[in-house]
Structure formats: structure tokens, C-alpha cells
């Protein structure tokens, strides 16, 4: 049913996008805005782990850089069925996770340091779960191609004016698809997100063993992100849909995620159905000291 609706939230968007073209230039405008979307789909579906990781400056990391982060992320990759994926630290005080790539075996997960300061080995390890079954669900391609047509739509909108005219009927057909259609894009991409996010949450939840673990971090992520500001949400708002919480409330009209109270809740309705937790990821050690920024045992 997800995958389903999804295609359906997919669907809408390239058909707002479609229409648009044709209401700011006829036929000719729909045709151009088809191939003009393939060209950015296409960049998008090779380039895009790159454009993220760069817009982060993330760093990436291996079994000697940060034995404790890479172990973890191995042993839920194989405890999920996936290949290892590249894993990267974001020099930042916000605490945030993301995924990234256009399938599995071309995938990156990434971490903040402020992320692997507040929490303890347990939740960084439920954590990296969810941001693996992101990448098991192929939610970072959707993501990717979503918010690249919500792009190209507003793109064509900001310049419809110039696109078409002759008559106040064209102009008031035009104005109507510049204001309707952006908006009607982001809506698609928002419900996107927070769909993706709830299938992530039970995925990962799979994945570690232990849906509390990822409750407390979620509880944990969701003050700490709207306290400590994250520089670059703020110059790329659509950034905010990659990351396991926003820096904002959810489940309203604009946000990206769902609220993170109705996530926990939904974690502590799986935890009652699962029983106890299946043991946790093992690390050097111990679980349940924290790690240090650079993903090591303190």
C-alpha cells in the first residue's frame, strides 16, 4: 500500500508538472517541460549522494577513522540484508542523521558529531537502523526525483509569465497555474516525506532489535534540532526532508516529518507487539557508553 501510494504522490507531481508546461506554452511548453525533467532526473539519479554529501561537507570514514560507527553501521547492514554502505561525519554541532544514493548498492548513510554527543551507542546504532531502511526501501531515490520535479515545477512557474501571453483568459489561466501549481508540488512532496518516514522508523526499528532505543533517540534529536541551528537547512529549506527529524514541529501542513510524539507513540505500540528487545548491535566494549565525535568509544 505504501509503494502504491507513493507511485500515486509520484504520478500527481509529474502530471502538475506536465500541465503547467502546457498551460504556460501549449503543446510545445508540455514537451519541453517533459524533456527538461528527464535531463534533471537523469543528473539527479547518478549525481545526487554527491550533491548531498558536498552540501554537508560531510567526511567520509572507515573501520580505522571510526572503528565504532563503521562496525555499527556494518552489523545492521548485515543484520538487514544490505551491502555496506559508505559512511560519512558532518563536522556539526546540530544532531542529525540522513541517507543517501539511488539504491542500495550505490548508498551512504551520514551522522553529525552533535548527534553522536547526545546520544549513547544503543540509539546512534537505532538510529543508523532507520537511515538503513531508508536505503532498503529506496526511499533516498524517491526523495531525490520528488523534489526534483516540486523543483522543475516551481522553476517553470517563477517564469510562466514570460512564457505565455495574448489575452486576459491565457494570462488568468497562467497566473492560476504559477500560484496553484508550486504549491499543490510541495504538498505532494511533504506527504512523500512523512510517509516514507513512518515505514522507515518500523524498518529500522526491525533492523536494530529494540523500537524504544529509537524512540529515546527520536525524543532526544527532535529538542536538540530545533535548540541548535543547522546552517545548511537554513539556506536549502528542502534539505529538511533528508534528515531523520526536522528542525521543526510535524504533521502540519508544511512539514516535512511527521510529529515526533506520534512517531514515539507509534515505536511504543510496535514495542509492546514485538515483546522484549532482540539483542543490540555489538561493539567493542560495550553498548551503552556514548561515542565520541569522531564515531570511537569514549
Known amino acids: 500500500m505504501s509503494t502504491f ?3 500515486l504522490l509520484l504520478a500527481a507531481l509529474t502530471a ?20 527538461v525533467a528527464a535531463g534533471m532526473n537523469l ?3 547518478w549525481n545526487a549522494d554527491k550533491i548531498v554529501l558536498r552540501m554537508h561537507n560531510a567526511q567520509e570514514v572507515d573501520a580505522r577513522s571510526a572503528p565504532q560507527l563503521h562496525g555499527l553501521v556494518r552489523e545492521l547492514a548485515t543484520r538487514g540484508g544490505l551491502p555496506m554502505p559508505r559512511v560519512y561525519l558532518i563536522d556539526s554541532p546540530h544532531p542529525n542523521a540522513f541517507a543517501t544514493g539511488r539504491n542500495p548498492e550505490n548508498a551512504a548513510v551520514a551522522a553529525t558529531t552533535g548527534l553522536l554527543a547526545i546520544l549513547d551507542t544503543n540509539e546512534v546504532a537505532a ?9 532498503k526501501n529506496r526511499d533516498t531515490l524517491v526523495m531525490t526525483m520528488t523534489a526534483t520535479i516540486a523543483g522543475a515545477i516551481s522553476m517553470l512557474a517563477n517564469f510562466g509569465l514570460f512564457f505565455r501571453g495574448g489575452g486576459s483568459q491565457n494570462l488568468i489561466a497562467t497566473l492560476l497555474a504559477v500560484i496553484v501549481a508550486p504549491f499543490a508540488a510541495m504538498l505532494v512532496q511533504l506527504a512523500i516525506s512523512r510517509t516514507r518516514e513512518y515505514g522507515a522508523d518500523r524498518g529500522g526499528a526491525l533492523m536494530h532489535g529494540d523500537p524504544r532505543a529509537l524512540a529515546r533517540a527520536l525524543a532526544k534529536l527532535a529538542g536538540a534540532a530545533q535548540r ?3 546552517p545548511v537547512a537554513e539556506r536549502n529549506p528542502a534539505a529538511s526532508a533528508l534528515y531523520i527529524v526536522p528542525g521543526m514541529g510535524g504533521d502540519s501542513l508544511f512539514s516535512t516529518h511527521p510529529a515526533t510524539e506520534n512517531r514515539i507513540a507509534a515505536l511504543e505500540a510496535m514495542a509492546a507487539e514485538l515483546g522484549g528487545p532482540r539483542p543490540a548491535p555489538r561493539v567493542a566494549g560495550g553498548s551503552a557508553s556514548a561515542l565520541d565525535p569522531l564515531g570511537r568509544r569514549r
Open 16 to 35: 502538475l508538472f506536465m500541465g503547467l508546461g502546457y498551460t504556460i506554452g501549449g503543446a510545445g511548453g508540455a514537451v519541453i517541460a517533459f524533456l
Open 43 to 45: 543528473f539527479t539519479y
Open 5 to 7: 501510494r507513493t507511485m
Open 228 to 230: 541548535i541551528p543547522n
Open 127 to 135: 538510529v543508523m537502523a532507520h537511515e538503513l531502511a531508508h536505503v
